[in-house]
């Protein structure tokens, strides 16, 4: 007799559309990722939006890039954004950590499920209100086991298709 084992598919609370104030909480390498165009080198960020869900704590994003600050990466646009200034060919992304921004959002479906796509990330006005990280929150640590609780991949992933901005909730 035939044994099915499913996996269901959660629809995580999203942000409202717009846009909305957001702090860069953490910087993941996540190394070779298999992607539609063959093997990739991808880093993700997770953003705290100021709007905060059921359970009271602040909606999480979460934005996959592909590893690369050439002038026409995603990626460095996205650092140019929230740096305000172009960052060069090289760049530290960490130093980015707490680092405030404008999130443009928007929802998608897909299969049923419906996601939202950071379609752009602006820096926010001088004098603008600012976020921090939320205190309880812990970073990514490269030795956490993937099939962890706080493991990339493992919560608010990346939308269908892993592009360089959508993500699920």
């Known amino acids: 007799m035939p044994m099915v084992v ?25 190394g070779k990722v298999e992607t539609a165009y063959g093997p990739k080198e ?3 960020f997770k953003w705290f ?4 869900g059921k359970d009271g704590k602040p909606i999480n994003l979460i934005q996959s890039f ?36 404008r999130l443009v959002i928007e929802h998608n479906e897909y299969e ?23 205190k309880d929150f812990v970073r990514f640590a490269k030795n956490q086991s993937k099939s962890g609780p706080s493991a990339p991949g493992s919560e608010r992933d990346s939308g269908p298709d892993a592009d360089d901005s959508e993500v699920e909730f």
């Open 42 to 44: 991808r880093v993700r």
């Open 112 to 134: 049923g499920r419906t996601f939202a796509n950071i379609t752009a990330v602006i820096k926010p006005e001088k004098g603008a209100r600012l976020l921090t990280v939320p």
């Open 6 to 30: 499913s996996s269901p598919k959660k629809q995580y609370e999203l942000p409202d559309e717009g846009t909305a104030l957001a702090v860069l909480a953490d910087v993941i390498d996540l």
């Open 49 to 52: 939006v100021e709007q905060t």
């Open 66 to 101: 592909n590893k690369s600050m050439h002038e026409k990466s995603t990626l460095r646009k996205t650092v140019k954004s929230v740096l305000g200034r172009d960052p060069g060919d090289s760049f530290d992304l960490e130093t980015l950590i707490g680092s405030n921004a």
